[in-house]
């Protein structure tokens, strides 16, 4: 089954196809020849993410989903929420917003924190969507390499590691994204089976 995800980040595109596994050929938006940077203009991750998935529908048309995922802290009363990957402001930096973020947390005592994912999933003319979240907190400084994002600040509870410390593999298995897009995989692969049942 090949289904777009409307993204270009490499990273999150390996999260995805590692997470989908082989039962789908994604393609990016390079693959579709989409180019041009996709609107963001809600103010709500939902709205964020079918406005993605809606655009390539409209312009492309492919079945899509996109995804939208904001850091919610709360002794910053949810913030940068919606605005996790331009908090530090244009062009994005994920090296300034985690600078700006340990900056405004350095005296916070309350040091919890979620990652929230969702995903809108657009197939023929029928819009789904799926959430997956993340609780945690922000520690006081940077540790581990791998992932993006605010994952070198962000201790998800039960480990002792960064989600930067984490392989993809064992961040897969517990992160706000991981969780959306197993859900989103049970649905592709309940849907294609129907699919196929239809076509007998």
Do not use: W
Not at 75 to 87: M, N
């Amino acid at each position: 089954m090949k289904i777009c995800f409307a993204s270009n980040n490499p990273k999150k595109l390996d999260e995805i196809r590692a997470a989908l596994g082989d039962h789908f050929d994604i393609l990016s938006l390079s693959d579709i020849g989409c180019h041009e940077e996709l609107p963001e203009t809600g103010d709500t991750l939902e709205a964020n993410a079918l406005q993605k998935a809606r655009y390539v529908k409209d312009h492309y048309g492919v079945d899509c989903f996109a995804d939208d995922t904001g850091l919610e802290v709360a002794a910053l009363q949810g913030a940068p929420g919606v605005y996790s990957g331009r908090f530090a402001g244009e062009p994005r930096s994920d090296e300034r917003n985690v600078a700006l973020l340990l900056e405004k947390m350095s005296e916070k005592e309350n040091r919890k924190a979620a990652f929230r994912t969702i995903i809108a999933l657009i197939i023929g003319e029928k819009v789904y969507s799926f959430e997956g979240k993340a609780e945690g907190k922000i520690i006081q400084k940077r540790f581990g390499t791998e992932g993006f994002g605010y994952d070198p600040v962000f201790q998800p509870d039960g480990y002792e590691k960064t989600f930067a410390q984490l392989s993809m593999q064992e961040k897969n298995a517990i992160s706000h994204r991981g969780k959306a897009v197993k859900q989103l995989a049970g649905f592709l692969r309940s849907f294609g089976a129907s699919s196929a049942k239809v076509e007998d």
